[in-house]
């Protein structure tokens, strides 16, 4: 299977991997400090209009007031403040001057102006996120309200039916437009989505009832709902990756939580029924990633350090205002042919480059620092490679051509917080200056570091040190953390304290030994032959030859505690709905 998507649930973090043609593609991750929210339809109240920088920002009960520029007030702004606020709510002189105006004939610049207008501060307003907040920045939103569905987008108090431009088969966009404008209600517009291509009558049917129930459902509560309230919440990330890709782009999806799989199971049931044999439950002991060969490019993400396959690197860094990223040689810096090596290093960045920005999913300015070269042709190359590896990612990007300075100028369309921001926060010790993951995400390390233990050795006990904090969480009430990783796999675990270890690292040993393990168990490497090591290296001191300007004796109370012996501990044995009220053929 070419593309697949792969979930792992562990305990309150979700991460789903996109693989295309066998690669990670993308990461996302869900927790509970991290939900999605586009989609989320509000009842909210306008707190402050700025005509000055035509936008307003609207009180939505979030910890940062919400950003509506007046292009995203739409045509129907007057409508939805009437209709929520009355008649009375836009002043006298402004419905008179409406009055008078044909929205059709007007430019976007002069729509603009009539929200400014329009909007006043105290009003309720019916708003739906279209951007997650980034930073400091709230939720982009849009008054331009949508319901969508697994085929269709519903556009209340629109009046047109629109295909997607993906669709380029001329003879199916024209069908597809007579199926949906024979079924759509008056009053309401439709957009019809890449995936309704091939789709029959009766499939784009059902999802129009789909669609117009939940709007439904959305005016019930508006009825009674006092602003800010949330009418209405889209899919989680998951089901929105499943209803958006699945069938679509991705041929199968792989989890590793049976309540979860359950849950998608019946979601695919619902929307696309021939696809539940390509929805798998993983019941494998190895970690699911390790499985689909992707735990790699994963634990790439979170790094700063991204090692290329020919020895060079790259370096990830953040500003205020960009993204930097350095292109380090490694050692291709001291051969010959400097000017090919050069290109062959930067060409690996460039790939390598666009891969991490969609995995990282970084968006706005990215300067990426390449080794220079001296050939114009050379630097048009590197410019062809990006060119072309942007082509594999959705979101917008556009490139400069490389400078006299290797630089390369890169803007990417940003759509939701970077991976790392995202499950990240400030440092209360530094105040900003740097970040430490979060909790969920240092437990699911962990859970994945304690599954690659258990399936690559056969040790059952393990020393492990963290932070205090961290460690009284882990072992916080009978049913601990701590407790249910010890019966999932079977190993005796004890978390030692340790105020050295910042909240994002950790370190492992063997039970009763100091030889750290954590590396040498991600890296699948032998234990057995690190313990050897470290103890072929106590031998070595052992046999030094002996000084002539002193006398050695042996220590009575001497022991050979310090040699590492291996744990001789085995394992425990193994033991469809009502019809709404707007569709046509209902009444």
Not at 122 to 131: E, P
Not at 221 to 238: G, I, Q, S, V
Not at 496 to 518: F, H, M, P, R
């Given at each position: 299977m070419k593309n697949q998507i792969i979930i792992h649930a562990s305990g309150k973090q979700t991460r789903i991997a996109l693989l295309e043609n066998g690669e990670l593609a993308q990461l996302f991750i869900e927790s509970d400090e991290n939900q999605r929210t586009v989609g989320n339809i509000y009842l909210a109240k306008v707190h402050k209009v700025m005509s000055g920088i035509r936008a307003a920002f609207i009180d939505m009960g979030t910890p940062k007031d919400a950003f509506l520029h007046f292009s995203d007030a739409g045509d129907h702004l007057k409508e939805y403040v009437q209709m929520l606020n009355g008649r009375d709510a836009i002043h006298k002189n402004v419905r008179n001057e409406l009055k008078k105006t044909d929205f059709n004939q007007i430019s976007n610049y002069e729509k603009q102006n009539w929200a400014g207008k329009i909007l006043n501060p105290?009003?309720?307003?019916?708003?739906?996120?279209?951007?997650e907040p980034i930073g400091s920045k709230g939720p982009r939103i849009s008054t331009d309200i949508t319901v969508a569905g697994r085929f269709l987008v519903l556009i209340p108090m629109g009046d047109y039916v629109a295909v997607s431009r993906k669709i380029n088969n001329y003879k199916e966009r024209r069908r597809l437009k007579n199926v949906v404008s024979s079924m759509v209600p008056d009053g309401f517009g439709v957009i019809i989505r890449t995936v309704a291509k091939g789709k029959d009558e009766q499939a784009i049917e059902d999802d129009m009832r789909d669609v117009l129930k939940k709007w439904e459902r959305i005016l019930e509560?508006?009825?009674?709902?006092?602003?800010?309230?949330?009418?209405?919440?889209?899919?989680?990330?998951?089901e929105s990756l499943v209803r958006d890709l699945f069938a679509k782009q991705y041929d199968r999806v792989l989890v590793d939580d049976p309540e979860m799989h359950k849950?998608?199971?019946?979601?695919?049931?619902?929307?696309?029924?021939?696809?539940?044999?390509?929805?798998?439950?993983?019941?494998?002991?190895?970690?699911?990633?390790?499985?689909?060969k992707v735990a790699k490019d994963v634990d790439s993400i979170f790094s700063p350090r991204v090692r290329m396959p020919s020895g060079g690197y790259l370096i990830f860094e953040q500003t205020e205002a960009m993204y930097v990223v350095d292109v380090n040689s490694g050692p291709y810096a001291a051969k010959e042919k400097q000017e090919d090596n050069s290109l062959k290093t930067n060409l690996e960045a460039a790939r390598e480059v666009a891969k991490q920005l969609r995995l990282r999913d970084i968006g706005g300015i990215i300067v990426v620092d390449f080794i220079d070269l001296r050939n114009d042709k050379n630097r048009k190359k590197i410019y062809d490679e990006l060119k072309k590896e942007f082509k594999k990612d959705p979101a917008k990007t556009n490139v400069i051509g490389m400078s006299d300075f290797g630089l390369v100028q890169i803007t990417r369309q940003r759509i939701r917080p970077s991976v790392v921001n995202s499950v990240s926060k400030v440092c209360p010790t530094c105040g900003g200056s740097g970040s430490v993951v979060t909790k969920n995400t240092i437990i699911a390390d962990l859970d994945a570091w304690l599954s690659k233990f258990r399936t690559t050795t056969d040790y059952r006990a393990v020393d492990i040190y963290i932070n205090p904090y961290l460690k009284a969480y882990l072992e916080k009430g009978f049913l601990s953390i701590r407790r249910k990783w010890m019966w999932q796999y079977w190993l005796k675990i004890t978390f030692?304290?340790?105020?050295?270890?910042?909240?994002?690292?950790?370190?492992?040993?063997?039970?009763?030994?100091?030889?750290?393990?954590?590396d040498v168990v991600m890296q699948e490497k032998d234990v057995d032959e690190l313990i050897k090591n470290e103890n072929s290296d106590l031998e070595d001191l052992d046999e030094r030859p002996n000084r002539g300007d002193l006398d050695y004796y042996q220590k009575n109370n001497g022991s050979s505690s310090g040699r590492q012996k291996r744990d001789s501990r085995k394992p425990r044995p193994s033991q469809s709905g009502s019809k709404s009220k707007y569709y046509k053929s209902d009444s």
């Open positions: 105290g009003q309720k307003l019916l708003v739906q996120i279209v951007k509560r508006l009825e009674t709902a006092n602003p800010p309230e949330l009418l209405y919440k889209d899919l989680d990330m998951t849950k998608i199971k019946s979601y695919v049931s619902q929307v696309a029924p021939q696809m539940l044999p390509n929805v798998e439950l993983y019941k494998g002991r190895e970690h699911i990633f390790d499985f689909m030692v304290a340790d105020d050295t270890i910042s909240l994002n690292e950790y370190k492992a040993t063997i039970a009763g030994s100091d030889i750290d393990i954590t």
